[in-house]
């Protein structure tokens, strides 16, 4: 085992936190990982099953409901829905201590995002992502490490995954310091078989995400199109372009470097395949989207510095409307 980490939780058994989990198990480690239910009944009786470009993987790890059991840890992968991380994270507290390291692997704008940022200006929390302001009553903002994942899988059966493009994980303190846990958990992941980079400005690789996830996701479940058709088809792409052109300008307003032009951008997204956004799969599979961290997030930022966003804000009210339908 070539980390120093050997107490590694995974918070979520779901696609991408089996996955994590599984290549993790590739060096060594045994990730413990908090879960429930059937998910839970799974991974005790045969552990996590994955499937990606390097063939079947089939690891044990050690699984659990209680977070007493599992005891406090050094480092925690959040996998959960943005929209449940205060709860899993009121749920972990037997598991943290003040040197615990916590990075979230969600979608959309995290709340953590105006942390470690000295600007002078005030940053209230985004309404959308943090309705009560309670995640910071949970965990010291100095324990997080902010992620930006480029994974995409889907859940096969509870506890069984598959992934088939490559992964990529990129880290980054806060602060945008290179600090030696920052390169530890980089070397962990990457030891994993995971491409794993420490950025010295994590919201720029972060605004690429976010983008990612506004322009597809959000139409994904009022169309039931894949990715492929989201960004080449006659009849979406240049919805979906304009949707593109409004996010780069928030982007832009907030200062991000985002490393790309609109065309590239467009012939990647389309290059993904015939993949079903995980917006879509929660969307089939009868859970709630994750809207407010994906697309009402993101138009709450540039209501604060003054830009409209017509196209998206249309999007997200059919979307809005597809999932209270789905819901009801």
């Known amino acids: 085992m070539s980390s120093q980490f050997t107490q590694v939780c995974i918070a979520g058994a779901g696609a991408i936190g089996c996955t994590l989990a599984a290549r993790l198990a590739k060096t060594g480690l045994t990730p413990n990982i908090l879960a429930r239910g059937e998910t839970l009944a799974n991974l005790n009786a045969r552990g996590v099953m994955l499937e990606d ?6 690891v044990n790890v050690n699984a659990s409901d209680d977070p007493n059991q599992l005891g406090v840890q050094q480092l925690i992968f959040i996998c959960t829905k943005a929209h449940a991380i205060a709860g899993i994270l009121a749920t972990m507290q037997p598991m943290i201590d003040e040197n615990t390291i916590v990075i979230p692997l969600v979608n959309g704008v995290p709340w953590w995002y105006f942390h470690g940022i000295n600007d002078g200006c005030e940053h209230p929390p985004l309404n959308c992502v943090d309705p009560n302001a309670e995640i910071d009553s949970y965990i010291q903002p100095s324990q997080v490490i902010g992620a930006v994942t480029f994974m995409t899988a889907h859940v096969v059966a509870p506890g069984q995954v598959k992934s088939t ?35 010295d400005s994590i919201r720029d690789p972060l605004w690429t995400k976010i983008i990612a996830n506004i322009t597809s996701n959000p139409l994904s479940i009022v169309t039931q199109a894949t990715l492929k058709q989201i960004y080449s088809s006659p009849e979406l792409a240049p919805l979906t372009r304009k949707v593109l052109d409004e996010a780069l300008l928030v ?12 065309p590239l951008f467009m012939q990647m997204g389309a290059e993904m395949g015939d993949f079903k956004t995980s917006m879509l799969q929660d969307y089939e599979a009868g859970r709630p989207p994750e809207l407010a961290t994906i697309v009402d997030a993101v138009i709450e930022l540039a209501e604060r510095v003054g830009i409209d966003m017509p196209n998206t804000q249309h999007v997200a009210a059919l979307a809005h409307f597809a999932a209270k339908k789905m819901l009801s």
């Open 251 to 262: 982007a832009a307003a907030y200062g991000a470097r985002v490393p790309f032009n609109p």
């Open 53 to 58: 470009l390097e063939g079947q993987h089939q």
């Open 165 to 199: 493009n490559p992964h990529l994980l990129t880290f980054g303190e806060l602060d945008n310091r290179m600090s030696e846990r920052l390169e530890k958990v980089r070397q962990l992941v990457a030891d994993a078989g995971i491409e794993a980079r420490a950025s």
